[in-house]
């Protein structure tokens, strides 16, 4: 399996499990039915989540009507840490126990003291299923010891350009929807 850390090009800077990986269970159709997660055209506003602030609650429903309702938990870590994890994060995408896995450099993010040289993003389909999103949090923490700080952050916010440099901008405190 290719290491993240070949990855060496600015242009592209991630690794998708589907890359190294030909099962049909990485980001597959069966997770939604093995864990009872609706899909984005299936969800209404009465599906929204909680949310702290006005702000939040705004990006949430852009989500909804975009139909973009993915997201990930992100994992920080040293390069030898990362390349430990990762061919054990796409294996668990192909048994289904996780919908997808990426592994990023943080090029771009080399000043930014929340980033560490490399990011493992742990993919769920819809963050609006708190259940989903919690269950994947737990397995990450009891399956592979991460103890500290995990942030999971929409794909919507990657969309808007929320980032640490720009989270003032948006209104918010922290470039991520969950922070446990």
């Known amino acids: 399996m290719?290491?993240?850390l070949e990855i060496e090009n600015r242009e592209q800077y991630w690794?998708?499990?589907?890359?190294?990986s030909d099962s049909s269970t990485v980001a597959g159709d069966d997770y939604f039915s093995e864990y009872d997660i609706l899909r984005a055209d299936e969800m209404t506003t009465a599906d929204l989540p909680q949310a702290d602030s006005d702000t939040v609650r705004e990006i949430d429903r852009d989500a909804l009507d975009q139909e973009i309702l993915t997201g990930k938990w992100q994992i920080t870590g040293s390069p030898e840490r990362i390349e430990d994890l990762f061919p054990k994060l796409v294996a668990d995408a192909e048994d289904g126990i996780v919908w997808a896995v990426k592994a990023m450099t943080t090029f771009g993010f080399e000043n930014l003291p929340m980033y560490d040289e490399y990011v493992l993003a742990v993919y769920t389909p819809n963050y609006f299923d708190h259940g989903d999103v919690h269950r994947v949090r737990d397995y990450i923490r009891t399956e592979y010891g991460e103890t500290g700080e995990l942030y999971y952050k929409p794909d919507i916010y990657t969309k808007k350009g929320i980032d640490a440099t720009t989270v003032g901008k948006f209104g918010l405190s922290t470039p991520a929807r969950y922070v446990e």
């Open 15 to 20: 690794l998708r499990s589907r890359d190294v």
């Open 2 to 4: 290719r290491s993240p």
